[in-house]
């Protein structure tokens, strides 16, 4: 993909796409495989999500992600599908997707995803490159179209390899989260580009 989910002030360098760039060796464990089989393509990550035309006309929608921790502060942009049926990714580097067929931030259950790229074509760190230094605990604000930010600390961190991408990541049920998904090293062209995603899971908090 590219990309969260998420989220430095890291070098100012740019960061060739050679696969020499991984997430710290603390980011957390490789998470369990899931019984889905995602598309695996450049600018696109995770299991094929659900979509439905319906959850888009959603109010309150997102505008704006911060993680001042790590001076993550990104406008955020709806995406949806490709024609692959995989989620799309904003192409803009400096701007977050919200996957719009599912949840949004601050919404009352399921997961809100939020996407963006670790890095450009040139090779120039995205706003998303932010998300390898990001720590349980951290506070994520989402500021929202006509409504309060919704306020989230981020509870669990973990890389999985882009096959692997758990389905839950777009339920639309159970209690409200924010995941952030970025993308991670190695990158290997011929298979559609990077080949990890570092994830990033939040949960509602007082403001």
């Known amino acids: 993909m590219v990309a969260t989910a998420a989220l430095v002030a ?98 009352p259950a399921g997961s809100a995803v939020l996407v963006g790229h670790v890095d450009s074509d040139t090779g120039a760190l995205g706003e998303f490159a932010a998300h390898y230094d990001v720590r349980p605990g951290a506070r994520v604000e989402v500021r929202r ?23 839950s990541t777009f339920r639309r049920t159970g209690p409200p989260a924010l995941t952030l998904i970025t993308c991670a090293p190695p990158f290997v062209p011929e298979e559609g580009g990077y080949l990890a995603d570092p994830v990033v899971t939040a949960e509602p908090s007082p403001a």
């Open 145 to 167: 179209a006509g409504a309060e930010p919704a306020v989230h600390r981020v509870v669990s961190r973990a890389t999985v390899a882009k096959d692997d991408l758990p389905s």
């Open 10 to 107: 890291v070098a100012t360098v740019s960061v060739p796409r050679t696969g020499q760039v991984p997430p710290p060796p603390d980011f957390g464990p490789t998470a369990p495989a899931q019984a889905v089989t995602p598309e695996r393509r450049a600018g696109a990550t995770g299991p094929r999500p659900w979509r439905d035309p319906d959850v888009a006309q959603q109010a309150s929608l997102p505008q704006r992600v911060l993680i001042r921790d790590v001076g993550l502060d990104a406008p955020v942009r709806p995406v949806g599908v490709t024609g692959q049926g995989a989620m799309a990714v904003a192409a803009d580097p400096a701007v977050a997707g919200w996957y719009r067929f599912g949840p949004a931030p601050g919404g």
